[in-house]
């Protein structure tokens, strides 16, 4: 999020310590920024995600974004200053509560198919859901390379006793989550997965692993509906710091009661239904005035 001349040329941010704090252009407090290890992940293509995508917003008439202003009003009405044309919210396109078709609800990976978590990383976080001893759900895609028997930890005990189920295959996302046994997500804050678990009211524990995930929970943290779970330098995690987090949610009042608040937001089909019938109107008039 920035100026598209900024954007392209980094003149402002010259160094990866740049990108963990907020941007100066913010006009208000903030604390969406990047991790420090992921601020130092170089862009193998050579042309940055900010250059591509200051070409895209100077080429364009408009920009639609997949948010409401009760969510991050103040987010969109910079994004319209700094772009210097208008930004138009579409809503949160939220799922309907009813089950998914299958294509829909194709929940194959708890953090998504483009990370492939090290298998010592999938060790530490079994043990930590071991350790939290609340019963969970776990979707995870096998690391490549690694055989079945060798997935989990030796010694796990904890499915043994029924406190948990790890699903190697798909998993129907929506019926899991309307399930009136779940109370949190563990996840890596992708943002279709945010608005589906938020509107479920869910305690959101965050694990950002690529992309604008780690954007998205900084948001979600300054928003009070979840907690972001602490990195070592490199970016790697303990089982200890994800217990700890996950305890730290689920007992949490606060966070429990701003989901619930937000919940109502998100789950709002009449108010999103009102952003998407807004955007055609705008469509229709920007098609009488070309």
């Given at each position: 999020?920035?100026?598209?001349?900024?954007?392209r040329w980094g003149r402002r941010r010259k160094t990866?310590?740049?990108?963990?704090?907020?941007?100066?252009?913010?006009?208000?407090?903030?604390?969406?920024?990047?991790?420090?290890?992921?601020?130092?992940?170089?862009?193998?293509?050579?042309?940055?995600?900010?250059?591509?995508?200051?070409?895209?917003?100077?080429?364009?008439?408009?920009?639609?974004?997949?948010?409401?202003?009760?969510?991050?009003?103040?987010?969109?009405?910079?994004?319209?200053?700094?772009?210097?044309?208008?930004?138009?919210?579409?809503?949160?396109?939220?799922?309907?509560?009813?089950?998914?078709?299958?294509?829909?609800?194709?929940?194959?990976?708890?953090?998504?198919?483009?990370?492939?978590?090290?298998?010592?990383?999938?060790?530490?976080?079994?043990?930590?859901?071991?350790?939290s001893g609340l019963d969970f759900i776990w979707v995870?895609?096998?690391?490549?390379?690694?055989?079945?028997?060798?997935?989990?930890?030796?010694?796990?005990?904890?499915?043994?006793?029924?406190?948990?189920?790890?699903?190697?295959?798909?998993?129907?996302?929506?019926?899991?989550?309307?399930?009136?046994?779940?109370?949190?997500?563990?996840?890596?804050?992708?943002?279709?997965?945010?608005?589906?678990?938020?509107?479920?009211?869910?305690?959101?524990?965050?694990?950002?692993?690529?992309?604008?995930?780690?954007?998205?929970a900084k948001l979600l943290v300054e928003k009070e509906?979840?907690?972001?779970?602490?990195?070592?330098?490199?970016?790697?995690?303990?089982?200890?710091?994800?217990?700890?987090?996950?305890?730290?949610?689920?007992?949490?009042?606060?966070?429990?009661?701003?989901?619930?608040?937000?919940?109502?937001?998100?789950?709002?089909?009449?108010?999103?239904?009102?952003?998407?019938?807004?955007?055609?109107?705008?469509?229709?008039?920007?098609?009488?005035?070309?």
């Open positions: 999020m920035g100026p598209p001349d900024e954007l990866s310590e740049a990108f963990t704090v907020a941007p100066d252009w913010f006009t208000f407090h903030s604390l969406v920024a990047h991790r420090p290890d992921y601020a130092q992940v170089p862009d193998e293509s050579g042309k940055s995600s900010g250059q591509r995508l200051s070409r895209i917003i100077e080429a364009c008439e408009f920009v639609v974004i997949r948010s409401c202003k009760e969510f991050e009003g103040e987010y969109i009405n910079l994004l319209q200053k700094l772009y210097k044309r208008p930004v138009l919210p579409i809503g949160l396109l939220p799922p309907e509560r009813k089950t998914e078709n299958l294509v829909d609800s194709n929940w194959s990976n708890t953090f998504k198919c483009e990370y492939k978590m090290p298998i010592e990383q999938v060790h530490e976080l079994a043990y930590s859901l071991e350790l995870l895609r096998k690391p490549k390379g690694v055989d079945g028997p060798d997935l989990l930890p030796p010694n796990l005990e904890v499915c043994v006793f029924g406190k948990g189920v790890v699903r190697l295959v798909w998993a129907p996302q929506m019926e899991i989550l309307t399930h009136p046994s779940i109370g949190g997500c563990l996840f890596h804050s992708g943002w279709g997965s945010v608005i589906k678990s938020l509107g479920m009211g869910h305690l959101l524990i965050l694990m950002p692993m690529v992309a604008d995930q780690g954007l998205c509906v979840g907690y972001e779970v602490p990195r070592n330098e490199d970016g790697s995690f303990t089982r200890d710091m994800v217990t700890e987090s996950v305890k730290l949610v689920m007992e949490s009042q606060a966070i429990r009661d701003k989901a619930s608040q937000m919940s109502s937001v998100f789950c709002d089909q009449n108010l999103q239904e009102n952003y998407i019938s807004s955007f055609i109107s705008y469509l229709q008039r920007f098609k009488r005035s070309t």
